[in-house]
T-cell receptor
Framework: DTGVSQNPRHKITKRGQNVTFRCDPI?????LYWYRQTLGQGPEFLTYFQNEAQLEKSRLLSDRFSAERPKGSFSTLEIQRTEQGDSAMYLCASSPSGTGGETQYFGPGTRLLVL | GDSVTQMEGPVTLSEEAFLTINCTYT??????LFWYVQYPGEGLQLLLK?????DKGSNKGFEATYRKETTSFHLEKGSVQVSDSAVYFC??????????FGQGTRLTINP
């Protein structure tokens, strides 16, 4: 039973470059979430998918951010024209469908550093 | 909007001490409440949860009771170990949507 996986684990990029992260959820989970965590803070919600449909986006998700889950399996998060303020840990989580209270299982995260 | 407030850290205790980490929330309706833990160098793991008022979640000697009257979900453990050193996050969710996290409490246990 594999958990949530994320790639890459670390990414260093220069300001202005584009980056893309991948998340592979637990196979039977329909829901997939993206969060961002900065040093010393709790994770903040970015967006979530039910199968391939993107159902909610945070106002934190500016126009430079886009997320996809094309076949309802893995998901990608792209950041265009990166800024130093984008430096953070990007977390992916998945959960089964249900009526509420389902546990979200987190991946190890992708740490992004924008120079 | 929904929010979670945790006690300020860091918290440093001696082994076998009693632990309480306070957590209060603001939310409409009836959220589900969670404690997640992040050990050094590892990802977030669910520690325990409660989905309705007066429920008690428990795991690995940790407990928390969902108190709707005080909008609280305080984490307790009777006797902590060095291996409990980690960052603890209180969180809530309404329906099946996003988790809203507190800022985290760093716990260090000295032998």
């Amino acid at each position: 039973d594999t958990g949530v996986s994320q790639n890459p684990r670390h990414k260093i990029t220069k300001r202005g470059q584009n980056v893309t992260f991948r998340c592979d959820p637990i196979s039977e989970h329909n829901r997939l979430y993206w969060y961002r965590q900065t040093l010393g803070q709790g994770p903040e919600f970015l967006t979530y998918f039910q199968n391939e449909a993107q159902l909610e986006k945070s106002r934190l998700l500016s126009d430079r951010f886009s997320a996809e889950r094309p076949k309802g399996s893995f998901s990608t998060l792209e950041i265009q024209r990166t800024e130093q303020g984008d430096s953070a840990m990007y977390l992916c989580a998945s959960s089964p469908s249900g009526t509420g209270g389902e546990t979200q299982y987190f991946g190890p995260g992708t740490r992004l550093l924008v120079l | 909007g929904d929010s979670v407030t945790q006690m300020e850290g860091p918290v440093t205790l001696s082994e076998e001490a009693f632990l309480t980490i306070n957590c209060t929330y603001t939310a409409t309706g009836y959220p589900s409440l969670f404690w997640y833990v992040q050990y050094p160098g590892e990802g977030l793991q669910l520690l325990l949860k409660a989905t309705k008022a007066d429920d008690k979640g428990s795991n690995k000697g940790f407990e928390a009771t969902y108190r709707k009257e005080t909008t609280s979900f305080h984490l307790e453990k009777g006797s902590v170990q060095v291996s409990d050193s980690a960052v603890y996050f209180c969180a809530l969710t309404r329906g099946a949507q996003k988790l809203v996290f507190g800022q985290g409490t760093r716990l260090t246990i000295n032998p």
